[in-house]
């Protein structure tokens, strides 16, 4: 059965696009509650703003996946991310045995754990990438940011061919992964 | 040692395959063995969705966008222009002194962007050595000539290597408003929000010109507000003249 996106799909699609005006309704109308829920649960008014961003963030990649459709309103959605993001903060801050006084029961069919997860990894890889060096972030850069050919690459870069770029490119993503992978963080997000 | 060596280039081929499928470039009957390959074995799982995930994340340039959008709504993030101790304000004018003291005559090759007669005409007069020295140079002939999107290209190259070097970065900002790119001037500028910087009112009037370009007005007044008491007077005075245009 097909699912039918919910009206506030265009609260969404104002993420995707960033669409200045629409995303200052999403704050005017839903920041006062989840600060609300953040401040009733030991958070700031800083936590707060913090944690509604990276929530935004999460349901931009969540968004971005090709199977996403909003089903309920956006409000459930933001909630059931935003919670479990403070949650897993207060969990790094005070340790494993956390009380929140939340209902984390969220009826929808979205997977929220893996969306955070999802934003999560994206993060450790942008991270990773900084670590890369100069010459493979330029290559990666070129390749993968700017969508140059091989042959604009080598031409760029001063390789022979375009088939060493091929395998230039090849090798810096490979480190990449690999940078990743070692993270310790990498695990749990899997 | 020779164990290290073997696993290095099994990786190495690995890798090589695991790009030439992602790209399509394998027969069908590589694809299919590969994909059996790859349901047997989880680690090569690991890696492939890993690999997707590396293409999506650097090529998606709207996650960095709706990030500064989002700190811009924040209110103790919004650009301000910081109040000047006077060893700094006195920098920030020879600086100025010296920019300006070059006269600029570009040969325009582009078309200009509505918003690009606010721009400085100072021209790009950057030095850097080593291995950039080249994207540099290309950066500035093309600037310098009034090839905006060379420029720019160019520029973002160099930024994506020296990502700290604030002049390169405001030089880009010119570029992508001069080719009318207002999105990726944002982009750029973001890197300025919340620091210390001698750039910070440069950096705050281009941002403000970026988003005159995409006509958000409400924005483009808060920060033109911050700039009325600017201590750079060409900045202040095309300030007014923007805040008197902007439609009611």
Redesign the interface.
């Known amino acids: 059965m097909t699912k039918e996106p919910h009206p506030d799909t265009r609260l969404v699609e104002a993420l995707l696009t960033n669409n200045s005006l629409v995303i200052k309704e999403i704050y005017r109308d839903f920041f006062p509650r989840i600060k609300a829920m953040i401040v009733r649960n030991n958070g700031s008014e800083d936590d707060a703003y913090d944690n509604f961003q990276e929530s935004l963030m999460v349901i931009y990649n969540k968004a971005k996946t090709s199977d996403f459709v909003l089903t309920s309103s956006f409000y459930a959605f933001l909630y059931g991310i935003s919670s479990r993001l403070w949650l897993k903060h207060l969990r790094k801050r005070y340790g494993k045995e956390v009380t929140f006084n939340e209902d984390l029961e969220f009826k929808d069919d979205f997977d929220l754990e893996s969306a955070i997860f999802l934003r999560e990894k994206r993060q450790l890889i942008r991270e990773k990438f900084g670590v890369l060096r100069e010459r493979c972030r330029k290559i990666l850069h070129l390749t993968i940011m700017e969508r140059k050919s091989h042959q604009e690459v080598a031409e760029i870069m001063g390789f022979a061919n375009s088939d060493v770029s091929k395998k230039e490119k090849s090798k810096c993503k490979s480190r990449l992964v690999a940078l990743v992978k070692k993270d310790p963080r990498f695990d749990e997000l899997r | 040692m020779q164990l290290k060596a073997i696993e290095m280039a099994n990786?190495?081929e690995k890798?090589?395959r695991?790009?030439r499928y992602l790209a399509g470039a394998m027969t069908a009957e590589e694809r299919s063995a590969f994909e059996a390959e790859i349901a047997a074995d989880k680690e090569l799982q690991?890696?492939l969705e890993?690999?997707q995930?590396?293409?999506?994340?650097?090529?998606?340039?709207?996650?960095a966008?709706?990030?500064a959008?989002?700190?811009?709504?924040?209110p103790?993030a919004s650009p301000k222009v910081r109040r000047f101790t006077p060893w700094i304000a006195a920098a920030a004018t020879i600086a100025l002194l010296i920019t300006v003291y070059f006269v600029w005559t570009p040969g325009t090759t582009t078309e200009l962007s509505p918003i690009a007669s606010y721009l400085s005409e100072a021209p790009m007069d950057l030095t850097v050595l080593g291995?950039q020295e080249a994207t540099l140079d290309a950066a500035q002939q093309a600037y310098n000539t009034g090839d905006y999107p060379a420029a720019l290209?160019n520029l973002?190259?160099f930024l994506?290597?020296s990502p700290e070097h604030e002049s390169a970065r405001i030089f880009a900002a010119r570029a992508a408003i001069a080719t009318g790119e207002y999105?990726t001037a944002l982009e750029i500028l973001d890197f300025f929000n919340g620091r210390s910087s001698l750039n910070i009112e440069e950096a705050t009037w281009l941002q403000a010109l970026s988003l005159a370009g995409m006509e958000?007005w409400e924005?483009v007044r808060e920060l033109l507000r911050a700039l009325q008491n600017a201590t750079t007077p060409e900045i202040r005075e095309k300030a007014a003249t923007l805040a008197r245009s902007i439609p009611e």
């Open positions: 990786d190495k890798y090589e695991l790009e690991t890696d890993l690999h995930e590396i293409e999506t994340t650097l090529g998606d340039r709207g996650e966008a709706l990030e959008t989002l700190r811009k709504m924040r103790t291995d290209e973002q190259l994506a290597i999105a958000r924005e």
